[in-house]
Nanobody, 124 residues
């Protein structure tokens, strides 16, 4: 049974940083893409960043490019999202997702597995 467990969310002031973690278990992810999505109240879920398990491909939404960094620790089966220079508009529930590398990149429909989400709140 695949499990994705996010952690690291919380309350931070504008300009601050947070690092989210996603612990993945239940299968081999070597042929998978791991993604981060977010959903703010009243808005649709949107893509944030993604990385193939090999690290050969990385994708970022334009809104976070240069501010957020996605990485993974293959030995620990964990994916990270380092978020710097946070803004109030980054406030959302952040979800970790996993999908087959050939199908999963920047759209939610390409991902098969989802975590429960972790709340990130950025105060002004």
């Amino acid at each position: 049974q695949v499990q994705l467990v996010e952690s690291g969310g919380g309350l931070v002031q504008a300009g601050g940083s947070l690092r989210l973690s996603c612990a993945a278990s239940g299968r081999t992810f070597s042929s998978y893409t791991m993604g981060w999505f977010r959903q703010a109240p009243g808005k649709e879920r949107e893509f944030v960043a993604a990385i193939t398990w090999s690290g050969s491909r990385i994708y970022y939404a334009d809104s976070v490019n240069g501010l957020f960094t996605i990485s993974r620790d293959s030995a620990k089966n964990t994916v990270f999202l380092q978020m710097n220079s946070l803004k109030p508009e980054d406030t959302a529930v952040y979800y970790c997702a996993a999908g087959p590398m050939l199908r999963a990149s920047t759209t939610a429909s390409g991902y098969d597995y989802w975590g429960q989400g972790t709340q990130v709140t950025v105060s002004s």
